[in-house]
């Protein structure tokens, strides 16, 4: 398509500014959401008349024939084609106007096209000028959707007011994060990633590496760039350590947790005071011996206040996590076996009755013996005051909170070197698959507020790009909060001054907060069919149209619609190939199935088990 192309169609009916009509012929109508161009329309700029060249988008293609309306049935219309009857179909298109280029700008037109412009396609150079940028530094984000020759080149100063990238599950919306990811890298960016999922631990080797082994596998050019912390003691990882690669641990020092802290991240009751007293009043003790405790150290600590036993057993780590919410753990962990052999759940700290006959099911028989049965029944000592008794009581149910926080593998003795992943040109992933939610939000919590700490006393040198996935489970709308959603919001709506940038990425925008979301000027949305999903994108960009939300259902997997600071104007993009081998693709049930008919021909040819094969990793499907 060039610039001496015929016309394709004229413009008919009722135009305005924003959008016109027009008919066409069968072999040269334009597709849906192909650019066209009216040459050498006026607009008036600075009191002058200018003549310039709009261009707008196809939205919508109708067909009719006269002949051959509603009302016609089977029979009259066999009829009139058989008899050549049918008078030729009328193509009419609605197109959307985008606005024409002026100085390197594109402004949006004030007047309306007139019936009986010629209407011509528009030629790829032109638009290149919309799509493209001059500059070396940008974001090569793929092809125009309907233009394979027209590469769309994000502008990373787009980036300065937050990111959103929105998709369903399954669009392709991980594979999109990390090209952003790698480009941003590749020019110098700072980026931490709060992985919940391992859909970024495989960044370091090459896309065609993905199922080999991290030792054999071909690395990107900016492997040496990237780090992966992951928290230790996570059994059956989705991607095991021979297939990503080398890891640091991830450890959150326990003892630089505030008394609520700890009690938020164990799930104590906002209302349960005395509980919370409780474990304040341990913690403060424990520092007051100058000790680096951990959870098992502040329960012996609560245990010893209140003249009950420990039961070692009941409180030994867990090997791995079931990511159970709230610091919840799952059934065997919530219980314990009395005497008879019976299973005793985990009492929820208000029922002294409950906390009683727990705690003494804790106790092995020689414990029981040694602590006095008004101790393990609650009373009041004999000799004692009844507040006394109160702040015994309390520490007991205090007790059945924190046993939970031993069995997540994340507490250590030391927290992430902050001074490490604020490097320049540095990209660190932090594999949090496994860990319980509320782990995920203290990380977040941490993270954002240290770095904010430094923003604010100008000790943060470099831009850094925090981006947290599964944004909704962080900060979520309505009434519901987490231990990050105050800072979350903080940064979302004034870390733009202070060179600290989110990259939220979410599949369901009408479960987060509305104050995050409408922070961010860019965004990345892919397909997306919930009606809830929709109206809150439009509720919180000022630049998304009706006609863009209804054309959300029909992306295909891969495809992106670019919106706000990132292009001179929204583009609708086919996501180009990446460098990085993926971690967020489906497992290929095919392949899947098919190992699993050998497996179980094996094993009934075998008689047993089958033989015991090492761990492979799962093919996945490709996602563009």
């Known amino acids: 398509m060039d ?42 700029i600075d009191d002058r008349l200018v003549e310039v060249d709009l261009l707008a988008q196809v939205a919508g293609i109708e067909a009719d024939v006269i002949t051959l309306d509603d009302g016609v049935d089977f029979d009259q219309a066999q009829t009139l084609i058989d008899h050549a009857a049918m ?24 007047s309306a096209v007139l019936p009986g412009t010629p209407v011509y396609p528009a030629s790829d150079a032109l638009l290149r000028r919309y799509f493209s940028r001059e500059e070396a530094s940008n974001i090569t984000l793929g092809t125009l959707i ?58 370091r080797k090459t896309r065609e590496d993905e199922a080999v082994p991290f030792s054999h596998a071909k690395k990107t050019e900016h492997a040496d760039r990237i780090e992966l912390y992951r928290v230790p003691g996570i059994q059956n990882r989705r991607y095991p350590e021979e297939l990503v690669g080398p890891s640091l641990d991830y450890t959150i020092r326990f003892s630089s947790l505030e008394g609520e802290d700890i009690c938020e991240v164990a799930g104590v009751p906002a209302n349960a005071v005395r509980i919370r007293d409780a474990v304040n009043g341990a913690v403060a003790r424990l520092r007051a011996q100058n000790r680096d405790f951990d959870p098992y150290a502040l329960a012996q600590e609560l245990a010893d206040f209140a003249g009950v036993p420990l039961a070692e057993p009941a409180l030994a780590p867990a090997s791995s996590s079931s990511g159970a919410e709230n610091g919840a753990t799952n059934g065997a962990a919530n219980s314990t076996a009395n005497g008879a052999g019976h299973a005793l759940p985990l009492p929820d700290g208000e029922d002294d009755s409950q906390t009683d006959a727990f705690l003494r099911s804790l106790a092995s028989p020689a414990g029981v013996d040694a602590v006095s049965r008004e101790s393990l029944g609650g009373k009041r000592r004999k000799n004692g005051p009844a507040g006394e008794e109160d702040e015994m009581r309390a520490a007991r149910n205090a007790l059945t909170y924190v046993t939970k926080l031993v069995r997540y593998p994340v507490w250590g003795h030391k927290t992430i070197d902050l001074d490490e992943i604020v490097k320049p040109m540095k990209l660190t992933v932090i594999d949090l698959a496994g860990t319980e939610k509320v782990v995920m939000a203290y990380t977040a919590e941490w993270l954002l507020s240290s770095l904010w700490q430094r923003a604010l006393a ?17 900060v979520p709308g309505g009434r519901d909060v987490t231990k990050a959603s105050r800072i979350v919001n903080t940064v979302a709506s004034e870390g733009r001054k202070f060179g600290v940038f989110l990259v939220v990425i979410t599949q369901r925008p009408s479960k987060i907060a509305d104050d995050t979301l409408s922070q961010c000027a860019s965004q990345l949305i892919m397909r997306l069919t919930n009606p809830d999903d929709q109206k809150a ?37 086919k996501v180009g190939g990446r460098r990085g081998a993926e971690g967020g693709a489906d497992i290929n049930l095919v392949e899947r199935f098919s ?9 009934r040819l075998l008689g ?12 996945r499907v490709e996602l563009l």
Request: aromatic content about 4%; charged content about 20%; glycine content about 10%.
């Open 3 to 44: 610039g001496r192309a015929a016309p394709i169609g004229i413009v008919t009916g009722h135009s305005t500014p924003q959008s016109f009509s027009f008919v066409s012929q069968e072999d040269s109508v334009p597709p849906r959401l192909e650019y066209v161009v009216i040459r050498g329309t006026h607009e008036r």
């Open 87 to 110: 008078v030729p179909p009328r193509l009419c298109a609605s197109a959307n106007v985008l606005g024409f280029l002026m100085d390197g700008t594109v402004r949006q037109a004030r």
């Open 146 to 203: 309907n233009r394979k020759g027209v590469e769309v080149k994000l502008d990373p100063n787009g980036l300065s007011r937050h990111l959103a990238i929105i998709a369903q599950t399954g669009a392709g919306k991980s594979y999109l994060a990390g090209k952003i990811l790698e480009d941003l890298l590749g020019l110098g960016g700072t980026v931490i990633v709060l992985d919940p999922n391992s859909d970024y631990v495989q960044l």
């Open 458 to 474: 100008g000790e943060l040198r470099w831009p850094v790009f925090v981006v947290l996935e599964e944004a909704h489970n962080l």
């Open 537 to 573: 994108i439009q509720r919180a960009s000022e630049v998304v149209s009706q006609s863009l939300l209804e054309n959300l259902p029909g992306l295909n997997q891969g495809e992106v619609i670019v919106l706000g600071r990132l292009t001179r104007i929204p583009a609708m993009v």
């Open 595 to 603: 190992q699993a008919r050998t497996q179980a021909q094996a094993t």
């Open 608 to 619: 047993g088990d089958g033989p015991r094969r090492p761990a492979t990793p799962l093919k």
